[in-house]
């Protein structure tokens, strides 16, 4: 008997409870266990762009081909099936006779209509929560009851008590290690990493192509050490609305993306740091901001395909978003850094020049092109999807409805005034002038 164990965004052997489960599974069974992870099919989105760019795409391959590495150091390997999508999987289960599958489960609408394809092809998902830095079951309430307001949320789950999960050691620390591989495999072959590099770029906030920085699981285990061993933390929350260099936010956000770092992992560090340093208002606004993750990612398993729609979690359609259409020319000048905002423009180029943007120029640019250019927001965020090398589904969709005044906002949505968020944030006009060019 074969299990098949799907890495989704849990791309890590260290706290991963779903692997930890699949290969005390094995072991019980006394089956081999085959590690996979779903081709992605080619897609062109709705606005008419490939649905990954090229950053996105070789961080992806970066967080593979380090898992690949780990697991072959186990003595194991990654596969990756012939065909595209959930029917590669199917057909490789099928050729196989494997008829369970473990991975973590995901709550957004395409991750569970995926594992609905499996389960409704005969496939046994055993699917296990565990991105979340607070577990559904330490929370107060219902999920499908959450706060809808994050405020609320954070003040009930503190209240609460709500803790982490402890992290879990990597099961190739144990006695008997990963279960062997199948001694043959149909219908798949070793993870091949073919997504080319982009050129490095030293102006680069998050310089994934150095090596300090790459995607994988070592990284960004190193990078959680390096940063907790330092000041930084301390000063996180008078830094964070920074826009130039590695240090003024954590940097967390693209290992969180792919799974490479688990935030139970994050908080383990934090509370080392803690006991060490002593906590501030900085240490605690590290936590904060990870409720924030948390939160984006309920709202989207109780409202699910809501969050996808133009009128998002509205009643009605706020003004002037009720009587417009989307401003294609805008969107392409947005696009391309070419909008003549020089503070927006900034953005949208590090933005395409990296594959990462700091969180106040995120809330700019969205701003921008929603309340100033009137371009649609969905295609806003179908084009941080495309550039982002930390994108998130529910962060993501959720930030961006928010701004659009359609999402959590208590407020219905907030516009920035480029002028005044440049002379407050760069005033030195440092940033707009390191991104003057492309
Ligand atoms: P830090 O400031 O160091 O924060 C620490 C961690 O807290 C982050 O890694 C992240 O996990 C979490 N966090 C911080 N701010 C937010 C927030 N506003 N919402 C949710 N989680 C947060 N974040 C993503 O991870 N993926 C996305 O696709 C994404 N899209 C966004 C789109 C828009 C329009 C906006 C305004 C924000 C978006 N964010 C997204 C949230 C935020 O901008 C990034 O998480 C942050 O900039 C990542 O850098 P960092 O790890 O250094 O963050």
Request: hydrophobic content about 35%; charged content about 20%; some cysteine.
């Amino acid at each position: 008997m074969t299990i098949l164990y799907w890495f989704r965004r849990d791309r890590r052997l260290s706290d991963n409870p779903a692997l930890c489960q699949a290969v005390a599974h094995a072991h019980d069974a006394g089956s081999t266990l085959l590690p996979v992870t779903a081709r992605e099919p080619d897609q062109t989105t709705a606005w008419g762009f490939a649905r990954l760019g090229a950053h996105r795409l070789a961080y992806e391959a970066q967080s593979l081909a380090g898992l690949q590495q780990a697991l072959r150091r186990a003595n194991s390997d990654l596969y990756q099936p012939d065909e595209p999508g959930m029917m590669g999987l199917v057909n490789l289960a099928r050729a196989n006779q494997a008829t369970d599958v473990f991975c973590e489960a995901l709550y957004a609408p395409e991750e569970l209509a995926q594992v609905q394809a499996l389960q409704a092809s005969g496939i046994r998902v055993h699917a296990f929560e565990q991105s979340a830095l607070l577990p559904a079951s330490e929370l107060p309430f219902e999920v499908q009851r959450t706060p809808t307001v994050f405020s609320e949320f954070r003040r009930q789950a503190e209240k609460a008590k709500a803790q982490p999960r402890t992290p879990l050691a990597s099961p190739t620390t144990s006695a008997q290690g990963l279960p062997a591989l199948p001694g043959s495999i149909v219908g798949a072959s070793p993870y091949q990493n073919l997504a080319p590099l982009p050129e490095p770029d030293s102006r680069s906030a998050l310089p994934y192509q150095t090596p300090h920085w790459h995607g994988d699981e070592a990284c960004g285990q190193a990078h959680v050490q390096r940063y907790f061993a330092s000041t930084l933390p301390g000063t996180y929350k008078a830094t964070r609305n920074g826009l130039i260099g590695t240090d003024y936010s954590t940097k967390f956000s693209p290992w969180l993306a792919t799974g490479a770092i688990s935030a139970a992992q994050i908080w383990q560090a934090l509370q080392q740091h803690e006991a060490t340093y002593g906590g501030n208002d900085g240490t605690y606004w590290i936590w904060f901001e990870l409720l924030w993750r948390d939160h984006f990612a309920l709202m989207m398993r109780r409202y699910a395909n809501a969050l996808f729609h133009y009128q998002g979690l509205a009643k009605t359609l706020p003004e002037p978003l009720a009587r417009r259409q989307h401003n294609r020319q805008g969107f392409e000048r947005w696009c391309a850094g070419q909008t003549g905002q020089p503070f927006i423009d900034a953005g949208m180029r590090e933005l395409a020049h990296t594959g990462y943007l700091s969180n106040r120029m995120r809330q700019n640019v969205a701003s921008y092109l929603i309340h100033d250019l009137g371009g649609d927001w969905r295609a806003g965020a179908a084009w941080f999807e495309h550039c982002l090398i930390d994108f998130d589904v529910h962060s993501n969709q959720g930030n961006w409805a928010y701004i659009a005044g359609v999402g959590t906002d208590p407020r219905g949505g907030r516009r920035f005034n480029p002028d005044k968020q440049a002379h407050d944030y760069d005033r030195d006009a440092r940033y707009r002038e390191l991104w003057s060019a492309s």
